[in-house]
């Protein structure tokens, strides 16, 4: 199986404000990456798709880079509602494998 | 849109049998280029991928539970299933229906808590 490792667990960001997620991969995997946005009590929601491609209604400051096995998600000018969990997902191969989340809490 | 629904008991007994479906409407289950897949969150933890199934019927499920998990499907009724067996306590969670193509997961049902308990 693919390990998927995320850093940080959580982090603390103001209104406004800029944070990164990244994202390892424990072999290579390309540009297959995927990220997701999930709310408390919410199913998961697509972000970002093969590594950097921003999904239909996200907005702009949402976005991905990276490539083989180091991944990074960037919000910029963050606002209230950017306030969840994300996980990475490797779309390389079967098993599916998500990271263990990061949680951003916006001040 | 498409917009999945799970269904299913909401409590099962240690050692008994998990089984949940999964209803799609605003599109047809039938279409090839999407998987359907199971996939699960305990409390406060990680997702967990169980596994997958085609329109034509071909499955792939994760190692960790392959021995227990059986995914189906029935295009008539455009509905999906995921059956567990030999539940314990650890397989308590929200499980998730989801709609995939080529390996990313575009589309969540709503998610529906299990308890597995006595």
């Known amino acids: 199986d693919i390990q998927m490792t995320q850093s940080p667990s959580s982090l603390s960001a103001s209104v406004g404000g800029r944070a990164t997620i990244t994202c390892r991969a424990s072999?290579?995997?390309?540009?297959?990456l995927n990220w997701y946005q999930q709310k408390p009590g919410k199913a998961p929601n697509l972000l970002i798709y093969?590594?950097?491609s921003l999904q239909d209604g996200v907005p702009s400051r949402f976005s991905g880079s990276g490539f083989n096995s180091d991944f990074t998600l960037t919000i910029t000018t963050l606002q209230p509602e950017d306030s969840a969990t994300y996980y990475c997902?490797?779309?390389?191969?079967?098993?599916?494998?998500f990271g263990g989340g990061t949680k951003v809490e916006i001040k | 849109q498409v917009q999945l629904q799970e269904s299913g008991p909401g409590l099962v007994k240690p050692s008994q049998t998990l089984s949940l479906t999964c209803t799609v409407s605003?599109?047809?289950?039938?279409?090839?280029?999407?998987?359907w897949s199971w996939i699960r969150q305990p409390a406060g933890k990680g997702l967990e991928w169980i596994g997958r199934?085609?329109?034509?019927?071909?499955?792939n499920y994760n190692p960790s539970l392959k021995s227990r998990v059986t995914i189906s499907v029935d295009t008539s009724r455009n509905q999906f299933s995921l059956m567990v067996d030999s539940v314990t306590a650890a397989d308590t969670a929200v499980y998730y229906c989801?709609?995939?193509?080529?390996?990313?997961?575009?589309?969540w049902g709503q998610g529906t808590l299990v308890t597995v308990s006595s």
């Open positions: 093969g590594a950097s």
């Open positions: 989801a709609r995939v193509l080529e390996a990313t997961v575009m589309d």
């Open positions: 072999q290579s995997i390309g540009g297959r």
């Open positions: 605003g599109g047809s289950i039938s279409r090839s280029i999407y998987y």
């Open positions: 997902q490797q779309s390389h191969s079967t098993p599916l494998t």
């Open positions: 199934i085609s329109t034509t019927g071909s499955t």
